[in-house]
């Protein structure tokens, strides 16, 4: 089987308007397409920098509120001196863009233009024809990043082309496994990169809590680098909307690298090649290793038995419903430390009371920090990053 077919959808900076490129790409999954999607306000850099982590066939760019000449051919000239443009460009913009500006775009390198009035269905068949033929056998570069992006989409297309039979066979172990592992080893240098591994339900505020956590590790750690590790479902027509990237403002940063990825049919919170993408990750030259999850149920326990993370974090949202849903969500029982971020809704004092109760029945030392994410400079988050940072994972 085939991989799907990625690309990277994203509005200009300074432009607003995301309606158009919102209803292309429900088009673009609806047929089969992994569509990771930057959101709008976007700079070239920050486009340019996520479509060589992310290893897209192309970047998608809709545009109206001008300047799209130029910002296209940034784009394009960009791409090239990262030694990336193999990753094609292309957009629309309705009447704004004209034929004559057009035409001034595909001369700069832009490979098409869709002009108000195309049908959706043209669009897919232009990517899946101009994007969808396999890869030929590409150079090897010297850049980190894009030499990293492109050895994570080998480990993606080898599951899919079922190329690895014994999915989790190399999976990577967690620190303290490791350690276990050389106890009897001298002269062990190989630093081991810590993993840490954020699940809970859709919208509990994973990816803002990572971003801010990311944030606050930027400031700490001058020279430091973090990898993330961001899921999302793939649909019934097996393409994805992988979005978590249109959350992130703080990890749109050189210092970040940043994968997202479709579960491509596996249930449970991750995707089939996860272990084996995190396996290169870890030996990779980051200081943290960050994974989210898929928003998960009840039943969910992503990272228990292969483990594959060193500190387990689960994500909760005030509205879980009652006492006896507290009792059903296995991760409860499993994490090291519960979040219950959106603190500032009515139920959170409810909430941190009913959690602590049921964390208490446990009898681990488990930790429970209040969190509201989407406010900056949040004394929860800070509380959370020092638990993290300053642990000795
Ligand atoms: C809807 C809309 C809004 C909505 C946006 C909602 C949203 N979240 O997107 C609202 C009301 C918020 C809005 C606000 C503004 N808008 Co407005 N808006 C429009 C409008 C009416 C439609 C754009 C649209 O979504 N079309 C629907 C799409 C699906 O169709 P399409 O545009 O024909 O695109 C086709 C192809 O080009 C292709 N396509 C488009 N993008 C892409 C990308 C890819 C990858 C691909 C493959 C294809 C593709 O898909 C379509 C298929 O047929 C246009 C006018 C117009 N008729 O175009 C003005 C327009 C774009 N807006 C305009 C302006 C000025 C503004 C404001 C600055 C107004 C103000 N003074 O506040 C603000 C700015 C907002 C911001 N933050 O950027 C101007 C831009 C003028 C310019 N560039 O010179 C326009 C042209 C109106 C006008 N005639 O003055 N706007
Ligand atoms: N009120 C409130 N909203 C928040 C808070 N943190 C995040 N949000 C909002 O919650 C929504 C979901 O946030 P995300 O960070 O995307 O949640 P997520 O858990 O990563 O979601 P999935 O990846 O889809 O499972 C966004 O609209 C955020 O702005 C918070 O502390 N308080
Ligand atoms: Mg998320």
């Not at 909760?316 to 809704?345: C, E, F, H, T």
Request: aromatic content about 6%; some cysteine; hydrophobic content about 35%.
């Amino acid at each position: 089987m085939a991989s799907p077919i990625r690309i990277l959808t994203a509005v200009p900076i300074c432009d607003g308007h995301d309606s158009a490129i919102n209803t292309i790409n429900l088009e673009f999954i609806r047929h089969g397409i992994e569509v990771v999607y930057l959101g709008y306000h976007r700079s070239v850099s920050d486009i340019v920098r996520a479509a060589v982590q992310e290893d897209v066939r192309a970047i998608g760019i809709s545009s109206y509120n001008g300047g799209h000449v130029e910002f296209f051919a940034e784009v394009v000239n960009l791409l090239r001196k990262h030694g990336a443009d193999e990753i094609k460009v292309f957009g629309g913009g309705g009447g704004t863009i004209t034929d004559v500006d057009a035409t001034a775009m595909r001369r700069k390198g832009v490979d098409k233009i869709f002009f108000a009035g195309t049908s959706l269905s043209e669009m897919v068949q232009f990517v899946r024809s101009n994007y969808g033929k396999p890869r030929k056998k590409r150079r090897r570069v010297k850049t980190t990043d894009i030499d990293l992006a492109r050895k994570l989409t080998e480990i993606e297309d080898a599951f899919t082309s079922r190329k690895r039979p014994t999915p989790n066979a190399q999976r990577p172990t967690s620190k303290a496994e490791k350690k276990h592992q050389t106890s009897n080893i001298k002269h062990q240098t190989s630093p081991v990169t810590p993993v840490i591994g954020f699940t809970g339900p859709g919208g509990a505020g994973k990816t803002t809590l990572i971003d801010e956590l990311v944030l606050r590790f930027l400031r700490n750690s001058p020279k430091g680098r973090v990898a993330i590790l961001s899921h999302d479902p793939s649909v019934v027509g097996e393409g994805a909307l992988l979005g978590d990237r249109a959350t992130m403002i703080n990890s749109q940063n050189d210092r970040v690298f940043m994968r997202s990825m479709a579960t491509r049919g596996q249930a449970g919170g991750l995707s089939p090649a996860t272990h084996d993408c995190l396996a290169l990750l870890s030996r990779a030259s980051f200081d943290y290793v960050i994974i989210e999850t898929v928003g998960t149920g009840q039943e969910a326990m992503p990272f228990r038995k292969n483990g594959i993370v060193d500190l387990n974090v689960l994500v909760m949202n005030p509205d879980y419903g009652s006492r006896l849903q507290l009792q059903k969500i296995v991760m409860l029982d499993l994490a090291d430390v519960v979040v219950v971020n959106k603190s500032d809704l009515q139920r959170a004092r409810t909430a941190h009371t009913e959690v602590e109760q049921r964390l208490e029945q446990n009898r681990r030392s488990q930790q429970l920090v209040d969190t509201v994410a989407k406010r900056h400079r949040d004394p929860g988050v800070d509380k959370l990053f020092s638990l993290i940072w300053k642990r000795e994972l």
